[in-house]
């Protein structure tokens, strides 16, 4: 069983930085939902600001990176959905503020 929370996955993919907007994936709201399975694998399921955000490929991989670089995770998977589409209300309170939305 592991040992690691969502609250931990959580924290390390703040190190994902979405290259056009310069902020991490968790505060821009971008991670709908964390499961981490009893083998340690951590499955993702998240989404991009766009459809047609150029860097798609760029933050799906890099999520998936950090995640292989946690203590405790044995595989990930990171699944890219578009709805719920995203939308600004749901960036972290710190989040809004940086981008003028509170």
Request: negative net charge.
């Amino acid at each position: 069983m592991s040992t690691i929370t969502e609250d931990d996955v959580k924290e390390a993919l703040k190190d994902v930085i979405d290259p056009e907007l310069g902020y991490n994936i968790v505060d821009l709201g971008l991670i709908y939902g964390v499961t981490i399975n009893d083998d340690s694998t951590v499955d993702i399921v998240m989404t991009m600001t766009t459809p047609g955000c150029p860097a798609t490929n760029y933050i799906q991989e890099g999520t998936h990176q950090r995640l292989l670089a946690m203590d405790g995770v044995a595989d990930a998977n990171v699944n890219v959905i578009w709805s719920p589409p995203w939308e600004p209300a749901m960036m972290s309170d710190d989040a809004k503020r940086h981008f003028g939305f509170a």
